[in-house]
């Protein structure tokens, strides 16, 4: 395989923290790592990374040398190495991922511990039968709020619609993806918060396809 993927566990920490942490483990450019989405800062967040077989350390790429790449990963107390590491052939990519998985603890309940799991049952029925909307709220955005992203999101998607090259160009990479992420999930699942006009919308013709017809 020409990567190496390793799943590992950390908390407080962004999901590009962790990257730029295994770069400089590992020597690697941050962008040479692959990984398939950003966990919450402040949860116990379990997640896959894919390191570049080729620009790890010489004594690193022998197929024997899983144990000690992920003895070097736990050098760092920050991260915890779950499961066993293996060499697969191509880096991971945003949305490779068959789904998330939650685990929610509640602290200091007002009620009785009874009570709190008779509610805490009652609500997760209720999730089972009706899922959850996937909501792209505060604790991903920081002081800026999720609104600031829908709106950079919108310009985002407008520009590359009109072919503009300065304005792709200025927002690239995994930040773009995520306004861009941001602004469809206001779009799709909560479009009464959608900003009904926040920039100059294109003129498109009666047959444009359906991702840009949802813009007019």
């Known amino acids: 395989g020409k990567h190496c993927l390793i799943t590992v566990r950390r908390s407080s920490m962004t999901t590009p923290d962790v990257r730029c942490l295994l770069g400089e483990l590992f020597s690697v450019r941050p962008d040479e790592i692959g990984?398939?989405?950003l966990k919450d800062t402040y949860a116990i967040a379990t997640q896959s990374f894919t390191l570049p077989r080729d620009r790890l350390a010489a004594e690193l790429r022998s197929p024997g040398a899983l144990d000690a790449i992920a003895a070097l990963v736990r050098s760092?107390?920050?991260?915890?190495?779950?499961?066993?590491?293996?060499?697969?052939?191509?880096k991971l990519r945003i949305g490779e991922l068959a789904g998330n998985h939650f685990e929610v603890v509640v602290s200091d309940c007002a009620v009785s511990p009874a009570l709190a799991l008779e509610r805490?049952?009652?609500v997760a029925a209720h999730l089972q039968r009706s899922g959850w909307a996937n909501f792209y709220g505060p604790q991903r955005f920081g002081r800026a709020g999720p609104e600031r992203a829908k709106r950079r999101g919108?310009?985002?998607?407008?520009?590359r619609l009109r072919g503009d090259c300065r304005q792709r160009n200025a927002h690239s990479g995994w930040l773009a993806e995520l306004m861009l992420a941001a602004m469809q999930s206001a779009l799709f699942v909560r479009p009464s918060e959608f900003p009904s006009s926040p920039y100059p919308r294109p003129h498109l013709p009666?047959?444009?396809?359906p991702h840009q017809r949802l813009l007019r």
Request: glycine letters at 10%; charged letters at 10%.
């Open 120 to 122: 805490a049952q009652a």
């Open 206 to 209: 009666p047959c444009a396809p």
């Open 76 to 90: 760092d107390a920050r991260l915890q190495v779950v499961g066993e590491p293996s060499w697969q052939q191509s």
């Open 35 to 37: 990984y398939a989405g």
């Open 154 to 159: 919108a310009q985002l998607l407008l520009g």
